[in-house]
């Protein structure tokens, strides 16, 4: 089974080579390295330039945001399952790629997710917050439950039966595609309950104010278009806000 990882890239130049790093680090071979760049400013180009001969793709041209870079990611892999990896992540091990395949290996399974670390972004040995998951199932989908999508890995043709993201939304089209794909009927998911990826803080979705209102009402129109969630949709996004809150409360490693 050959696994595409699809990283979008944006004057990221201080820690795109770490990310880099980590997907030469992966154990398990059959896999690819898509990076769509968005005509950064920065040294980023000059750091992906350097390590080409590890790359599949490499584009760098202008988009119209992260969503259409990613849209353009999936549409040039070749893989037979698709997950992402943002130029700020990393992951947890070595194995990761290798425990995904392994869960892929049944031909029911339609997607695989794990765990979560947010980390400090000058130190991703300093943990702020952990995201633990949960199997799926359809009520929690209707309560405002999501996989971790940084963990998030999919056969490749769900995201060709769903168009792949939306990019109307600037920070909930990865909610939306996982609303659209969960609550299908023949959609398996498998959870692997250990910490899959490192993220740095700073995402687009809590970088200010503006962004935390935006997403939240991104959101609640995502809910509402899948037609998923309590009472309109605003049941699942008052507990999808809410299940955040433990997540500072667990043990920093």
């Given at each position: 089974m050959k696994i595409s990882l699809v990283t979008a890239t944006w004057n990221c130049a201080g820690?795109?080579?770490?990310?880099?790093?980590?997907?030469?680090?992966?154990?398990?071979?059959?896999?690819?390295?898509?990076?769509?760049?968005?005509?950064?400013?920065?040294?980023?180009?000059?750091v992906l330039q350097a390590h080409r001969e590890q790359l599949a793709v490499l584009v760098s041209e202008t988009d119209r945001g992260i969503y259409d870079a990613l849209n353009k990611g999936i549409a040039r892999a070749s893989g037979d399952v698709v997950g992402f990896l943002h130029a700020d992540d990393v992951f947890a091990g070595p194995d990761v790629l290798a425990r995904?395949?392994?869960?892929?290996?049944?031909?029911?399974?339609?997607?695989?997710?794990?765990?979560?670390?947010y980390?400090?972004?000058?130190?991703?040995?300093?943990?702020?917050?952990?995201?633990?998951?949960?199997?799926?199932s359809r009520r929690r989908l209707e309560w405002g439950w999501m996989p971790p999508h940084p963990t998030l890995y999919v056969r490749r043709e769900w995201y060709e039966r769903i168009g792949g993201f939306d990019a109307r939304y600037r920070i909930a089209a990865d909610y939306f595609s996982i609303l659209r794909m969960f609550?299908?009927?023949d959609f398996k998911a498998v959870y692997l309950p250990e910490v899959l990826v490192k993220m740095r803080l700073g995402g687009a979705s809590n970088r200010s104010l503006n962004n935390i209102v935006r997403k939240s009402r991104e959101d609640l129109d995502a809910l509402r278009r899948a037609r998923v969630g309590a009472f309109g949709g605003l049941g699942a996004l008052v507990w999808k806000n809410l299940s955040k809150v433990g997540q500072f409360r667990g043990k920093r490693r």
């Open positions: 820690t795109v080579a770490d990310c880099l790093a980590s997907v030469a680090g992966q154990s398990y071979a059959n896999r690819e390295h898509v990076l769509i760049d968005g005509a950064s400013r920065d040294d980023t180009l000059r995904v395949a392994a869960a892929f290996a049944d031909p029911t399974v339609s997607a695989v997710y794990g765990d979560l670390q980390v400090r972004k000058d130190d991703v040995s300093q943990v702020v917050r952990h995201w633990t998951s949960s199997p799926f609550s299908q009927p």
